[in-house]
C-alpha cells in the first residue's frame, strides 16, 4: 500500500493566512479531532513538520485493546471502552469517505501464560474481567495449541479477551489523510510549528520555524511525544518520548496458526500476547513482533539490541518463527505523559489553546473517543465528554 498517495503539494505559502482551528501535528490524533471539527464548518489546517502520518500513528501495532492495557476499573478503562464502541462505526465512515480499507478486525486475543505466576496473574485478570461483566474465558493448553500449533508448548493455558481487536495503522492513518482531504481541511506538510501566539491571554496564531505566521481563531496542540518541544507557552508540556522497536515477520507455512481447509476460509487470526512480547497478524499474512519500552529520549532507533530482544522473544514464544523471513524493522516515539494518562482539554493558563496529547501505548484504539471529545469542546465548547484524570489542569 502506498502511504504517500494524494499527497498535496504543501502548501504554498501560509503566511498570514487565518483558520478557524489549527491543528499542530499529523498523526492519528491530530488528523481525526481536524476531520471532526470540520464537520461542523469550521475551516482547519494541519501544521505537519515532516510527512502526515510518520510520528508513532505510523509505527504502531494497531492493538485495539482497552482490556488488556487498563490495570483497573476507572476513566482509562471507560474511555478506552467508548472507543472501542465507536470503533466499528468510526471504521466503516473513513473507510467509505476515503475510499481506502483500514483493516479494522474484531479478533480478540490470548494473553499466553507459561509460569505458574504468569497463570495466576492471568486468572486473577480473569475474575477482574468476568466481575466486570467483559466477555472473557480460561483456554486450557490443548484449545489454544490446537488454532495456533507453533506456540511453545509447554503452556499454561491463556485468558482469552473477546474484546481486543486489531486495525492497520498504517493504513488508518492514510484514510485520515485522505478522508481530511475530501471534507476541506487543508494539510500542510514540512511545516514545523515553533511557537505559539498569544494576545492578552488567548492563543491567537503560530509562528513556523520558517519564521512565517499563521493565524488562529483556536489552536489544537496534537504533537505527540513532541510535545514538550514546542514554544510561546509559560510552561513547556510534560510530555516525554518513549522509544518502542519492532520486526514485521512473514512466517513460513504453518508457523502459527492452524493451516486454512482448502476451499475453507480460515478464522481471522487472533493478537497473541505474553509478558514480554506480543504478535499481531495482519490480513496478508505479515506478523508485527513487538515492542521494547525505553525512556532515552531522541535516541533514533531501531538498535541492534531493540530488534534482537524482540526477535529473541518471539521465536521462544513461537519456535517455527526461526524460519521466518525479516521483512522490516522500525522505531517510534510513544508520548508519555507523567501519570501515563492522556492530555486531554484546554490549556489552563491560555485561552481558545486546547491540548490532545499524551496517549503514550493508546493513541490508535483512543483515536475515535478523542476525536469525538474534541470535536465537541475545540468547536462546540462541551466538556462533557472528558474524563476529569485528563484534563491538562492536574499537570500544572
Ligand atoms: C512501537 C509502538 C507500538 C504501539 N502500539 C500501539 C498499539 O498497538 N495500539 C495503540 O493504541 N497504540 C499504540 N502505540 C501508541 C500510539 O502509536 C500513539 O499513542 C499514537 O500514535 C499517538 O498519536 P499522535 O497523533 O499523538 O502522535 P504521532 O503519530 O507521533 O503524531 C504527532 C505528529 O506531530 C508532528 N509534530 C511534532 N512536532 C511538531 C511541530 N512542532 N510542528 C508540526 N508538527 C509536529 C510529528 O512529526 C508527528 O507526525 C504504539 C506506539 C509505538 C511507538
Redesign the pocket.
Known sequence: MNSHRNRPAISANLDGRHFDLVV????????SAAREVRTRGLSVLV???????????????????PLGEALEPGPFLRFGLRSLELWPTFARALEEEAGIGIEYRECGKLRLAYSEQEEARLRRRLAWALAQGFPADWWEPARVLKDHPGLRPDLRGALYLEQDF?VD?RLL?DALRRACLVRGVELAEG????AIETEGKRARGVRL?NGHRVRADRILV??????G??GGLPHPLPVRP?????VALRPSTGGVWRAGKPGVAPGVPRVLESERI?L?PRDDGRLLA???EMDVGFAKGPTVDGVMHVLREATSLVPALEGAQILES??????GSPDGMPILGEFPAVGDLFL??G?????????PATAEAMGRLVADESTTDLPEAFLPDRLF
Do not use: K
Open positions: 499542530l501535528g499529523g498523526g492519528t490524533i491530530g488528523l501544521l505537519e513538520r515532516d510527512s502526515i502520518g510518520r510520528g508513532a500513528s505510523w509505527a504502531a501495532a494497531g492493538m485495539l485493546s486489531r495503522n492513518v511545516c514545523e510549528a515553533a520555524s496534537a504533537t505527540g511525544a513532541w510535545s518541544q514546542l518513549i522509544r518502542g522497536e519492532m506480543y499481531v513487538g515492542a521494547t522500525w522505531s517510534g516515539f510513544r508520548p490532545a496529547t496517549h503514550y501505548r493508546n493513541g490508535i484504539l483512543l483515536t
